[in-house]
């Protein structure tokens, strides 16, 4: 087994600051109705396991909600299960 322990990499400075953001690029939720919203997401077969959470939380959470579920690259089994857990 490698070991990295005395490992050291080339020591660079960084003197540039990182804004953040002004609340001008934020949007401002309150005046939307939060009632009315869809669900989007997507995974292929690397991500499937942390999907299938996403999903039982969205229909937890906001069982009346729409969720669309793009196929990135499952295995067969796993967009039947995907289906029956929209259905």
Known sequence: ??????????????????????PSYFINLSNYDMKN???????DRNHYNESKDAVAGFQQLFPEHRIIY?????????????????D
Request: avoid cysteine.
């Open 1 to 22: 087994m490698t070991s990295f322990s005395n490992t050291t990499g080339k020591t660079f400075t960084f003197n540039q600051r990182i804004p953040i953001r002004e």
């Open 70 to 86: 793009y196929d990135l690259g499952l295995e067969i089994e796993e967009v039947e299960t995907v289906i029956q857990l929209l």
């Open 37 to 43: 919203f869809t669900f989007v997401t997507a995974a």
